[in-house]
Nanobody, 125 residues
Framework: QVQLVESGGGLVQAGGSLRLSCAAS????????MAWFRQAPGEEREFVIA????????YYADSVKERFTISRDNAKNTVYLQMNSMKPEDKDVYYC??????????????????WGQGTQVTVSS
């Protein structure tokens, strides 16, 4: 019963920064692990980064280590993705996802129960 809506996508130059937001409806936001996935045309959707229910633990792909940061504000039912030092390879549609319960298998796409509509991120050279 969770609805997710992403926002903040757009065009950014390589080396620049962009922040995505994901607003969740309902009253169960704090009981879900939250994550971001991304997908390029013709490619499989891949895991980017996740955060546990309390916000104390972060899980991320090696490709975004030390560049991307995920955070959540349970009072606002919102999760954020701060992207710094962006590269052309970061050009993808980014999806917000929610997973019931704790942080087991957080990097596996099929573990997630709810998905946003996606927001396009374009990185220019």
């Amino acid at each position: 019963q969770v609805q997710l809506v992403e926002s903040g996508g757009g065009l950014v130059q390589a080396g620049g920064s962009l922040r995505l937001s994901c607003a969740a409806s309902g009253r169960t936001f704090s009981s879900h692990t939250m994550a971001w996935f991304r997908q390029a045309p013709g490619e499989e959707r891949e895991f980017v980064i996740a955060i546990n229910r309390s916000g104390g633990n972060t899980y991320y792909a090696d490709s975004v280590k030390e560049r991307f940061t995920i955070s959540r504000d349970n009072a606002k039912n919102t999760v954020y993705l701060q992207m710094n030092s962006m590269k052309p390879e970061d050009k993808d549609v980014y999806y917000c996802a929610a997973k019931s319960g704790g942080g087991l298998r957080v990097r596996i796409l099929r573990e997630y129960d709810y998905w946003g509509q996606g927001t396009q991120v374009t990185v220019s050279s």
